[in-house]
């Protein structure tokens, strides 16, 4: 399966984060869950067109899951981010709720996961599943200790 994050995956939301003069370099960024407000950031934030592509190629091989670690009250703003995204393919939207995405994860049937995931923190909690795992990497300076296929934020 492919499982896709949307924040600093799909969507550029550090760089509306970098526009109000927050830093990005550390993670995760200590921002007030009040500052997300109705969600203005998300949807203002401009698709990564490297890392759609990749999506558009894999999920031609494995079924899409997009999972975001997004509250559920931001649900009709997320679906609507992605709808208008005419160049991402159809998948299953599902929030975390707080739950690192491993645990998540591991309630689908699947023994190799394709993920592609920014947060060091997400990546670990899916690697620690012990699954046979392809790692693709959207790269910001908070994630490069990581090991994985990066791809270039342009």
Known sequence: MLFVDIDNTLANTNAELINLGIDISVYPSSIPASFWGDGFLFQKAKP???T???VKYL????PLVYITARDTKYGMITLKWLSEQKMLPFGVLV????????EIIKGFDCSVIHLIEDS????ESVLSLKRK??????DWPYNRHIQGTRIKIL
């Open 59 to 62: 999920s031609q091989y494995f």
């Open 95 to 102: 929030f975390s709720n707080g739950k690192p995405k491993g």
């Open 133 to 138: 795992t392809h790692l693709y990497i959207p």
């Open 52 to 54: 759609i592509q990749l």
């Open 120 to 123: 060091p923190e997400e990546i």
């Open 48 to 50: 990564i067109p490297t």
